[in-house]
């Protein structure tokens, strides 16, 4: 289950309150009235991370829910650094959920690593793009990031509100009605002036739909980012210890990913500065 979100943007939070969160809620706790009182209908986020449980043979499935209420403990706890090392020991076991990297990010962002916040959220955004809980956290952790970051463009964001598996399946289907049509038509010829444009707008339709999921794939396989995940990091001219610096990037910001060299990356920001970052005190994230 998931943990309770932050306010919906910081713009809306009060100064003193902009980094709250409210405490885990942990599942199976069914006998505490307090419990029944803040449980909420379950999200998709929730019934995903559910499922995934239901396809695992039932030791293990059993074995990954008590790892994560365990997690949730610690972070109800206010043990924020040690819950996210569960939650991360957890997805190194191959359970992927939307619900835990949420959760992940939540833990990430109440121990002050605002980079590895992004990083878990961006990975929960993958397989449940259209979250508002989600999608509320990742702009307010992204709204605490200072300096020289990388914005997404609104078109990236609308080819991000759908996951890539759900691009595909729109595609599928978009063929098997452009079929279908084409198929009534050769069967019925009397039926041709009145298909004949339905299948074209079926067509074309298809077209755009197979267009749209090429430029998810490639946003989603093809550039590679740079979260930072210290403090502070030196963005410099060339990949020498030695060089002058260009920016210094902080801790959450995300960089694109021009080229790589050894321990160093090139990267670039909104501003089109380029320079070389050291790749261990970054998180290398796609799309």
């Keep these: 289950m998931k943990i309770d979100v932050f306010q919906t943007s910081a713009t809306e939070c009060a100064p003193a309150r902009a980094q709250q969160l409210p405490f ?54 206010n043990k924020f650094a040690e819950a996210a090392v569960a939650y991360e020991k957890l997805a190194a076991t191959g ?17 002050g690593h ?3 916040a992004i990083e878990a959220y961006r990975k929960a955004e993958t397989i449940a793009p259209r979250d508002p809980d989600l999608r509320a ?10 300096g020289p970051t990388i914005k997404s463009s609104a078109w ?3 080819l991000g509100t ?40 079926a067509a074309g339709c298809t077209a755009l739909l197979c267009v749209c999921l090429a430029l998810a ?17 030196t963005v410099r001219n060339s990949p020498l210890d030695q060089s002058p610096s260009t920016i210094t990037a902080h801790d959450g910001a995300e960089l694109r990913v021009l080229d790589s060299k050894g321990e160093w990356l090139q990267v670039t920001d909104d501003s089109r500065r380029v320079g070389w970052l050291k790749r261990e005190s970054t998180s290398l994230v796609k799309q």
């Design 114 to 116: 605002i980079g590895r």
């Design 137 to 146: 956290n990742l702009r307010f952790a992204r709204n605490q990031v200072q």
């Design 217 to 233: 794939f490639l946003q989603l396989t093809g550039q590679q980012f740079a979260i930072v995940t210290t403090a502070d990091a």
């Design 95 to 111: 359970t992927i959920s939307p619900a835990l990297y949420f959760n992940l990010g939540n833990a990430q962002f109440k121990a």
């Design 162 to 201: 759908l996951s890539l598996n759900e691009w595909t399946w729109l595609c599928v289907a978009g063929v098997w009605i452009t079929f279908g049509f084409l198929l009534m038509r050769q069967l019925k010829p009397a039926l041709v002036p009145t298909l004949s444009n339905w299948t074209w707008l």
């Design 24 to 77: 885990a809620i942990t599942i199976g706790n069914y006998g505490s009235s307090s419990v029944w009182q803040k449980l909420r209908w379950p999200s998709t986020t929730t019934l995903l991370f559910l499922l995934a449980l239901s396809c695992q043979p039932s030791f293990a499935a059993t074995e990954v829910e008590t790892a994560f209420d365990n997690a949730n403990k610690l972070y109800a706890e």
């Design 156 to 158: 990236q964001r609308w």
